[in-house]
T-cell receptor, first 114, second 109 residues
Framework: DGGITQSPKYLFRKEGQNVTLSCEQN?????MYWYRQDPGQGLRLIYY???????QKGDIAEGYSVSREKKESFPLTVTSAQKNPTAFYLC?????????????FGQGTRLTVV | GQQLNQNPQSMFIQEGEDVSMNCTSS?????WLWYKQDPGEGPVLLIA?????ELTSNGRLTAQFGITRKDSFLNISASIPSDVGIYFC?????????FGAGTRLTVKP
């Protein structure tokens, strides 16, 4: 089945450690996105990528890094520089990066810093 | 970065009632999307709108792309308990996608 898969669903990290969240899609979508969701708030854009080997910062990119070495994969690294990393992270992909595509989401990864 | 203004923030309704929520922005969008999110899950796409003035239905759901391209609304008719969840609007323009803060819907049987 085609879809977008995030792993793991739950992740615990000690303060000061980097952690990488996985996002894979087999929809042949060009654009991929990472969002952060905090309780009672909407989704805030961390990074997005329109094409392989290219990505752009969103509104809250500080303390995060991404790579787009393959069309199917867009991993997000939460670094120790991120001051408040505990949140629900959502990955999405869309077929066209220029505004007329429909975006689909993964199931999310809940990151907790302990 | 600009987020969308989504109203209301929450709604408590009786089963069978109709629901209406909307999103507004000061900027123009090329696409409006409506999603539903259950707790601990990713948002699921309900309706996609691609053209100003477009009115689209999906079962009991109806959404419209505002003629100014700066707003959209979603209606749910004859609500049922499984409609409970958080509904998000999203506007897509060029290279990114912006979200409203969500409308939390509670349906009382």
């Amino acid at each position: 089945d085609g879809g977008i898969t995030q792993s793991p669903k739950y992740l615990f990290r000690k303060e000061g450690q980097n952690v990488t969240l996985s996002c894979e899609q087999n929809l042949n979508h060009d654009a991929m996105y990472w969002y952060r969701q905090d309780p009672g708030q909407g989704l805030r854009l961390i990074y997005y990528s329109q094409i392989v080997n290219d990505f752009q910062k969103g509104d809250i990119a500080e303390g995060y890094s991404v790579s787009r070495e393959k069309k199917e994969s867009f991993p997000l690294t939460v670094t120790s520089a991120q001051k408040n990393p505990t949140a629900f992270y959502l990955c999405a992909s869309s077929i066209t990066p220029t505004g007329q595509g429909t975006a689909f989401f993964g199931q999310g990864t809940r990151l907790t810093v302990v | 970065g600009q987020q969308l203004n989504q109203n209301p923030q929450s709604m408590f309704i009786q089963e069978g009632e109709d629901v209406s929520m909307n999103c507004t922005s000061s900027s123009i969008f090329n696409t409006w999307l409506w999603y539903k999110q259950d707790p601990g899950e990713g948002p699921v796409l309900l309706i996609a709108l691609y053209k100003a003035g477009e009115l689209t239905s999906n079962g009991r759901l109806t959404a419209q792309f505002g003629i100014t391209r700066k707003d959209s609304f979603l209606n749910i008719s004859a609500s049922i308990p499984s409609d409970v969840g958080i509904y998000f609007c999203a506007g897509q323009r060029n290279n990114d996608m912006r979200f409203g803060a969500g409308t939390r819907l509670t349906v009382k049987p």
